[in-house]
């Protein structure tokens, strides 16, 4: 397996936490038990995610599979929240930086967890929360903070953790500009300047992770494009170049760009080459090649593990054990059948065998 990272300083859960400190400057979080509790629960079909402000279309971009409304109570409080079933924890996290604007905040004590106008939007493994408006805007921040860790927890496990993909560089990075865009209709929303239909979503497989970058007093975004292969990226950089004429001074809102290994990195809308470059400069690549590790096995699938081995060993066990007496029992008959075909053969009968006598003094 070829593991491949974007050089960042820092894990990408540092990404995490500059809005999270930034939110908690000049402020005192409330500490509240979450003692909330599901009180009801109804399956939804994919299709009545718009009555929340989803997507169908990017919804299964990202692997939805399913859709419930809960009910969440609390003491005299009621809340409903809509809880999608993606893919993996990746495309979880995906749908979070698509759904997340420039209007909402992070959750102070929260990881992976905004709030704003619209409501609030988390992300914990495969599971993509939402708590829409009409019942965020009836919470307290801090009331708002403990459902939300009463649905998942402050912070994702570490297991979902390994699952999320690489994070941007983090200097001069726009924390709420990040976006994971996994399919072609989604890339069409969060990122108009770039043609979808260029990237190769579906033919390459391609992953996509963008940013706002702030360079001086000026602005870019910065695109990170994973292909499963240099020879892929090549291609797709080659494509890319000449219908984005990349690298070349077309006044303020050009474009710029480079491949390293299988990734290809762009920067759109830079006012000059020197910004550009400076933007580039800032995603460094590294590549090594390690065996295939299976991944750590959990408690119940080890114990399913040790009762097939048992099982299996007490099935060998019984299988010898009844090979050798179904071999005796067709020797004692063999030989009674012989005996009855070959009455005069002296090897028929073995247990008839005469006895000689030498008289040797």
């Known amino acids: 397996m070829i593991r491949r990272n974007l050089g960042a300083s820092a894990f990408w859960l540092a990404l995490l936490a500059v809005p999270a400190y930034s ?21 939804l079909n994919i299709q009545d995610i718009r009555q929340w402000g989803g997507d169908v279309k990017v919804e299964r971009e990202y692997g939805v599979r399913s859709v419930t409304l809960k009910s969440y109570s609390e003491a005299d409080q009621t809340a409903g929240i809509v809880e999608e079933q993606a893919a993996d924890a990746s495309s979880a996290y995906g749908l979070f930086t698509f759904y997340r604007t420039d209007a909402m905040h992070a959750v102070p004590g929260v990881e992976l967890a905004a709030e704003g106008p619209n409501g609030a939007i988390m ?53 709420d500009s990040v976006k994971y865009i996994l399919g072609a209709e989604a890339c069409r ?19 996509v992770e963008s940013g706002v970058y702030r360079i001086g007093n000026a602005s870019v975004t910065a695109v ?28 303020p809102q050009s474009s710029y760009g480079k491949r390293a290994g299988s990734y290809v990195v762009l920067a759109l809308d830079a006012p000059n080459a020197d910004v550009a470059r400076r933007a580039l400069a800032k995603f460094k690549f590294s590549e090594n090649v390690s065996w295939d590790q299976p991944r750590p096995l959990t408690g119940r699938e080890l114990a399913f593990q040790l009762l097939h081995l048992f099982l299996s060993n007490i099935f060998i066990i019984l299988l010898s054990a009844g090979s050798a007496i179904l071999g005796g029992l067709i020797i004692f008959f063999g030989r009674l059948a012989l005996g009855r075909i070959f009455p005069n053969a002296l090897w028929a009968h073995t247990d008839r065998d005469p006895t000689i006598r030498l008289n040797l003094f």
């Open 23 to 43: 939110a908690l400057q000049g402020s005192v979080v409330r500490l509240v038990s979450p003692t909330w509790r599901v009180t009801g629960s109804e399956q």
């Open 123 to 175: 992300a914990r493994g495969k599971l993509f929360i939402r708590v829409p408006a009409s019942a965020a805007s009836s919470l307290s921040a801090g009331d708002l903070r403990s459902l939300l860790i009463a649905i998942g927890g402050a912070k994702p496990s570490a297991e979902s953790l390994l699952e999320l993909p690489s994070s941007l560089p983090l200097s001069g990075l726009r924390a």
């Open 189 to 207: 929303i969060a990122l108009p300047q770039l043609s979808a239909k260029n990237v190769g979503f579906a033919e390459d497989a391609a992953e």
């Open 224 to 251: 990170a494009i994973n292909y499963p292969t240099p020879q892929i990226a090549h291609r797709r950089f080659s494509l890319l170049a000449g219908i984005l004429q990349l690298n070349r001074q077309n006044g």
